[in-house]
């Protein structure tokens, strides 16, 4: 059974074996510090600040997470151990962080993504509404998703 809840610091090493874990985009652990000074420690530090997100447990053990950005209105990630893909696991998290920073009191929201439309996180978020800006940041593609009633 899926449980979907709230993202505490406790949940932090799990969500970093999961980021780690990826088929598409995977990162290591050492890749996260280097390139977006993702530590443990810092992504605590920004949990006590305006960083949020979802997650969802399998039999007591974290298998997804996403996260976004409550103070800029980014959705920052969102990544699903590979053997729970394909599994509604992703939109459920997407759909959570969504509303928490539409809540925040975005009128849109962002995100950045590979440029790649053969790989499946593009059709991802295309198919769950988010719309290709055309603008590249740091060779990754920027969408937007606007609030439903402000369209």
């Known amino acids: 059974m899926q449980v979907f809840r709230q993202m505490s610091v406790t949940d932090i090493p799990a969500a970093f074996h999961v980021r ?6 995977a990162l290591t652990v050492l890749e996260l510090e280097e390139e977006y000074a993702l ?8 949990m006590q600040g305006s960083a949020g997100g979802w ?10 997470f996403a996260m976004g950005d ?11 151990l590979p053997a729970f ?12 962080v969504e509303a928490w920073l539409f ?6 929201l962002w995100l950045v993504t590979t440029r790649d ?14 719309i290709s800006t055309g603008e590249i940041v740091e060779g990754d593609e920027k969408f937007v998703l606007r609030r439903p009633d402000s369209q």
């Not at 780690?20 to 985009?25: D, G, Q, R």
């Not at 809540?103 to 849109?108: A, F, L």
């Not at 439309?117 to 988010?130: I, P, Q």
Request: hydrophobic letters at 35%; glycine letters at 14%.
């Open 39 to 46: 530590t443990p420690g810092t992504l605590a530090e920004a």
């Open 85 to 96: 893909e394909r599994c509604g696991i992703g939109k459920r998290l997407l759909a959570e």
């Open 20 to 25: 780690t874990s990826t088929v598409e985009n």
């Open 55 to 64: 997650v969802c447990e399998v039999d007591g053990q974290v298998v997804g």
């Open 103 to 108: 809540e925040s009191g975005h009128d849109e």
């Open 117 to 130: 439309t053969t790989l499946r996180a593009y059709g991802f978020y295309v198919s769950r509404g988010w």
């Open 70 to 80: 409550s103070d800029s209105g980014e959705l920052t990630v969102i990544a699903v």
